[in-house]
């Protein structure tokens, strides 16, 4: 019995091990696995059954069959709608994300230069409303907008247009709800780096005759790159798949590629389609996703 | 006078543009008329009828019930990988586990969501599970996503602990084991509370991972709040915002001034180091 106990801890792995297995191996099973599960399905075609798509890989009377279709990318290629919607999300990601950094930058510039019992409330304050609900946040905009919205009631009370504006199903109130909701991910990594630029450095640049604007472009913004970086990267990336804005603000000439691909999914039933546009989604955004990752991993492994 | 800096004057307005549109949420969910821009006098009939609506109540639930096991499962997952990062030396293991638990922080949720639903397919094919999707799976799809969240915020603290306690503990004789639970976990523990908080409440928002890897048996509140919203505004909505408002700004509040008072305490009782 003993032996047989014995011989059995063995087989179990040591502690160490299975620190690191069990995170690894979740990881490996529901991140990594689904993401060849894509691209397998992306070379499958559609067809009236469930699952709703054609085997790829098949095993009868001893012979493996593995069907490549490349059909969906060719047509990802040729169908105008899908190459327009790709550059639309860029563009819209690319415009909010500036937005973000000119507005979020000198907010997480103000933060930093606070007093520390302050900065701990303000962080809070910028924080608070990204924990409610995306979902109510970006309704909020609904009412605002909407042509008999409280924003052009406004407006016209006070005289400045004779007309209502059209701002509601058009880009640009999609750009204002990523700006909305993505703004305190921006001001987050701005004011961590923010906060830990060397005060004397500022002193030394005044000290030598530089004036604070100058002091400004060639000291602080070059330091804080990595922030801006950080920033930038944990807006575009998410703004660029993003679903729930241009379905809730945007019109029908809002093409985005979250949008497209939930309405091939959702309503046309072509998994292998939306398989094959989140495959070219994932190329398209691997450049911002690898500039990301690489400044996150150097400040998670960074030994103080 | 003074004229205030730049920064400041972009801070107040940046903070305005952040809470005005809160602050008309909570303020026509007092509002009589059913047109959410026309003001038709104070009345709390939304309230009432947000309470009497079974379905609103139920996905409630079960968007409380899958939050509190993705947050859970999300700690235990996060936090070692955080211990794996920051205490494991470096091998390709190391990098391999770091790079995959920081991408779904920046990974789109359209992608993540297909890419899990693709899996319970095949799973259901392969081995037969999960045959209904439905809280369970949705459970492993926020685990996974909430887990990227909770190590990022663990291991900046794992990183501030100070190492030669551990190490102390280990050439008494503690075992790692004893080590982890007697020495970094009380240690570590503020962390573990603020990632699972955290997790809680991205589990309790998410909306388009679950309705991927939803079946037709579980409706959480966002894909409720979503089918409404999406017919148009209503007040109803209204007054729901404003409940998640008033309790998110609640905790926070309190979360903020246990830190406070636990602050000063520890000031207090260390007076020569300020």
New interface residues.
Partial sequence: MSKLAHKLTKLVPK??TL??A???V??????????A??LK?SFSSAAISI?PYQPVIQYASDTLTLVMNFGNFLFLATDSLYVSAYWGSLKIAFISTLVCLL??Y??A???A?MPV?TQ???L???M??S???????V??????L?N???LN?FLLWLGVIKEPLRIMNTNIAVIIGIV?AY??FMILPLYANLVKLDRSLLEAASDLGSRSINTFWKVTLPLSKGGVIAGS??VF??A?????IP??LGGPDTLMI?KV??EE??NNRD?PV??AL?IV??GI?II??TL??RY??RE????? | MKKPHFSTVMLVLGLLFLYVPMFILVFYSFNASRLVTVWAGFSTRWYFELFRDQQLLSAIWTSLKIAFYSASMAVCIGTLAAFVMTRFRRFRGRTALSSMITAPLVMPEVITGLSLLLLFVHMAQIIGWPADRGIATIWIAHTTFCSAYVAVVVSSRLREVDLSIEEAAMDLGATPFKTFFLITLPMIAPALVSGWLLAFTLSLDDLVIASFVSGPGATTLPMLVFSSVRLGVSPKINALATLIILAVSLAAFIAWYLMRRSEEKRRRQLPDLE
């Fill in positions: 502690g160490r620190v690191f069990i995170p690894f979740w990881l490996l099973l529901f991140f990594l696995l689904p993401f599960l894509v399905i699952p507005i979020g000198p907010m510039y103000a933060i230069r019992q701990v409330v303000l809070l304050l910028v608070l409303p924990w409610t609900s995306f979902l109510i946040r309704y909020a905009w609904m009412g605002i909407s008999q919205g409280l009631n909305y703004l305190p990267m944990l990336i998410p660029v798949g993003e679903f729930v379905e809730l979250g691909l939930w999914f959702f998994w939306a398989s989140a989604m994932l955004l911002p996703i990301f990752h996150q991993s998670l492994e960074k030994s103080e």
